[in-house]
């Protein structure tokens, strides 16, 4: 382990971020970069701001969001506070001006403004903005998105913006650490190391995660939630079809058991979910074919249409071996959505075929095939990397997380074939590491 | 054996209290917690069902209000707490009244029904 991957996990992350985007860490660098490293020179803090704005993975996030990023700053003494807009354009505003709006968000606490209101005047802008503040004792800064548009950000939107707003917040304060070495060479190679390996540690990788993260931590308490405000009536409904069961007979009671096993379904469903797609249940251990009927069971709408076809080995069939949840359902659902999204941009009939095969207790191989158009051999390389996407829709994290998750048990992911016939991707993952 | 049944899910209550009539038992039944305390007032129980989630009050504040009626351990053998929402924080927390938790769905309809009309099992 490097040193930044050293300080990146050193403390016990309590926020359900993942590893390395814990707030303490955040907060502790924020300190680091305020004490020791506090920011004079404009241009510096300029190069800084537009790099972050400019970068692939925040452009990527903002086109997603359909929104325009903008910033503004002001350093301590200086006349004017410095704002360059959605157009990159270079402007000055009055120092009353931008406090006051530094002072509003400040104190409002409000995150997501109107931008019509009169505290945001001096920015020429309308619609509605989602800001990031931070301050030490020389700069205040300001970073925010916005959209002109009559309707606010929606909650899914928030939710991504806050996911960028984490890692402009920390890569703000690493690059002005960056910028600080090297400029004025201040402190010993050894710490400086340290720092160059820590944002080396903070690129598109960890985005990607934390990305990925939200997403199913999303999902997670959308099932959650559904579960508990759900349990309630179909516990009802059971009662009442099992008091409908005694007062009927024959063919009422055969329909009546019918209807019960609808609703133990749905009982199933919930409960399951929230044990594949539960970080806190990380540990949770199932069969694999319990694995991949609720991941389909997921899928449902997403694979309307689609001939989906389950072969799965004797060995795998055996409700007794329990192997990992929580990884083996984010590839398959992974996979499975890939080819179902591939498949939906033709008109033929679409099929897709999940393998599940134990090789002599040595490994279980997870493949899926689709007959979607398949993917064009010169981006075969690139499919892995994050962000790299061929569909209009996609986020391009899909892969990188398949690959992630196969690496985190020891398992090797891969793109077995690909041509307008037949797409194969295949995960193969150690016995020992999946049951253990 | 007359029961008061507290519970805002009108099909589980109906239920319920068709069932627990069909056992030989008198059931008042209530969908909110303000009727419910109302009724303790009025009437004698040997039994009462309490849901957690009431729409207005909690089944905590049921407790606390049959408090100025019965003692602790009049409580503990009368009252048995039904919930969908079992956590540990809500398991102690009924632990400390002494009285018996039956989490929603109940797995074994008939056991529950004979915990209800204090049946030996």
Known sequence: MNQGQAFLNHKKNTTGLPSGWSSANTQFLSKVSEKHFPISNSSHLDLILSSITDSKTTSLFTRKLNADISYIYHIKGNQRAYYRDHHKKIRYIEVADFLKIFNSLRKNKQEQVQLSSPQFKALSLSGHGYFHFTSNASVKSIIFIHRNDLFSFSDDELNRFKTLRFFLHFKFNLDIIKHTLDQEKKIDLHISDFFLQLKDDCQASQLVSLYHHHKFGILNELLNTLNHELKNPLFGIRLSLELLKTLSSGDDQ??????????????????NFGKSFSKERKS????????????????????????????ICDQCKNKNLKIKSFEISQILTNLILNSAQSLQQTNQAGKILIKITSNDQKSISFQVYDNGPGILSNSHKDIFKSFYTTKSEGTGIGLTICNEMAKSVGGTFYLKKSNHEETIFTCDIPYENLIN | MKILLIEDEKLIQMSLKMILEKNGAQVDTSSDGKSAIRLLQANEYDRIICDLMLQDISGFDILEEAKKKYSIKQISDKFIIITAYSSPQITERVKAWGCLLIPKPFDDMNNVINTFLGRAL
């Open chain 1, 284 to 311: 949770l251990k199932r069969d694999p074919l319990t694995i991949l009927e609720d991941v389909l069971s997921l899928l449902k709408s997403s694979l309307k249409g689609i001939k989906v076809k389950v072969e």
């Open chain 1, 254 to 271: 055969a329909f009546l058991d019918q209807m019960l096993n609808n609703v133990e379904k749905c009982n199933d469903i919930f409960r």
